[in-house]
Every structure is written in C-alpha cells, then in structure tokens.
T-cell receptor, first 113, second 115 residues
Framework: GDSVTQMEGPVTLSEEAFLTINCTYTATGYPSLFWYVQYPGEGLQLLLKATKADDKGSNKGFEATYRKETTSFHLEKGSVQVSDSAVYFCALKTYQAGTALIFGKGTTLSVSS | KAGVTQTPRYLIKTRGQQVTLSCSPISGHRSVSWYQQTPGQGLQFLFEYFSETQRNKGNFPGRFSGRQFSNSRSEMNVSTLELGDSALYLC??????????????FGPGTRLTVL
C-alpha cells in the first residue's frame, strides 16, 4: 500500500545551520505531497505542498521539490532559527485514497542558539 | 477567516465510558476528516465526511463513529473507551472531497486521556 518514510530524528542543529529532512514515498498513481509542521501543544499546520512531478513548494524559507524519479520530497531550509523547532511530517494523498492523508512518522527538529 | 475549531481541547475519561468530540470546519468547507495521533502509531486516518455522508473510512473498530450536520460541523464518538484510545484527535477540513490536490487544514486537536 501507499506509504511515507521519513528520516529518524531528532535532528539537532545550531541557529543558521542548513536543514535537510529526507522523505521518500511509495504510492500508486500520482500523489500530491505535503509537509506539515506541528509546534508543541498544537495541531498541524500546512508548510508547503506540490501536486505534480518537478513542482517546488516553498514557504517561510522552506523548500521541497517533488522528484518522481527518486520518489522523494526532501524538506530544506538554508538557515534555521530557534523558532523552527517543531515536529515535521511528510504526507501524501492520492486520488484513489480520497481525502485520506498518509503521514510519515515525523521528524523532531531542535534548534539551539 | 477563522480556522478549524475543536472542542473540548482536553478530556479525561475512564475505561468503558463513551466520549463525543466536536469539530467546526473553516467557513465554506464541506469536507471534514478525523485523524488519531499517538506516539506509537503516529497519525492515522479515521474517517471523512462530506455533505453529511461518510465518504471514506480508515481501519478502526466500530467503536469509532462520526457524523456531520447540515452546517458541516462534525462530531466523532468513541464508545466503550479503552486505555489505548488515549490520543490527540485531530480534525481537518477542506473545500472539496476526494481528489489529490485539495489541501486539508487542521484544528488544534482534542487531547483525550483514558484512565
């Protein structure tokens, strides 16, 4: 079945470091891909999305490119801030699955000053 | 535009009881989905409602049920609570049902603790 695999965390970085969180997927059909972020004690916030191959989603300095050939959607940011500390979830959705989002396990990011 | 709201935010119940959680979607959104988040299983899809009809269902026992009202507000019910039902329950709304391109917007969740 469809699935999402994220790199294990936690990821610990210093402020202004470069961030990469790996995400790969397995899906039938042509999924849309999403990154959500969850701050402590809160629900999920959509960070960015891409709906077809080679699309690049971007928001708040974060970027991810939909790579069909490698079935990947890695999240990157050039310079992280302490306020970026959160849990990041990669997710996919296919037409066959209707509205059900399939999530990865999440990656905890901790940024220190 | 107001976001997705969920009530209550926190709930403590004992085994065997039942519980009802409420979700109000973003104005104009007609699709509401529910997810369960636990440390062990992560985020899992429960079910989705559109125009008062259940359109999609995840792999959960029949103790988990839901409904949607004509104003798109949704409730989910868990009967005969078990310790393993302790979780954060998240509601998400979107403007359409089905398809892969629509975006789901999440509420803050209801934290359910079963003692």
């Amino acid at each position: 079945g469809d699935s999402v695999t994220q790199m294990e965390g936690p990821v610990t970085l210093s402020e202004e470091a470069f961030l990469t969180i790996n995400c790969t997927y397995t899906a039938t059909g042509y999924p849309s891909l999403f990154w959500y972020v969850q701050y402590p004690g809160e629900g999920l916030q959509l960070l960015l999305k891409a709906t077809k191959a080679d699309d690049k989603g971007s928001n708040k300095g974060f970027e991810a490119t939909y790579r069909k050939e490698t079935t990947s959607f890695h999240l990157e940011k050039g310079s992280v801030q302490v306020s970026d500390s959160a849990v990041y979830f990669c997710a996919l959705k296919t037409y066959q699955a209707g509205t059900a989002l399939i999530f990865g396990k999440g990656t905890t990011l901790s940024v220190s000053s | 535009k107001a976001g997705v709201t969920q009530t209550p935010r926190y709930l403590i119940k004992t085994r065997g009881q039942q519980v009802t959680l409420s979700c109000s979607p973003i104005s104009g959104h007609r699709s509401v989905s529910w997810y369960q988040q636990t440390p062990g299983q992560g985020l899992q899809f429960l079910f989705e409602y559109f125009s008062e009809t259940q359109r999609n269902k995840g792999n959960f026992p029949g103790r988990f049920s839901g409904r949607q009202f004509s104003n798109s507000r949704s409730e989910m019910n868990v009967s005969t609570l078990e310790l393993g039902d302790s979780a954060l329950y998240l509601c998400a709304s979107s403007s359409v049902a089905g398809g892969s391109v629509d975006t789901q917007y999440f509420g803050p969740g209801t934290r359910l603790t079963v003692l």
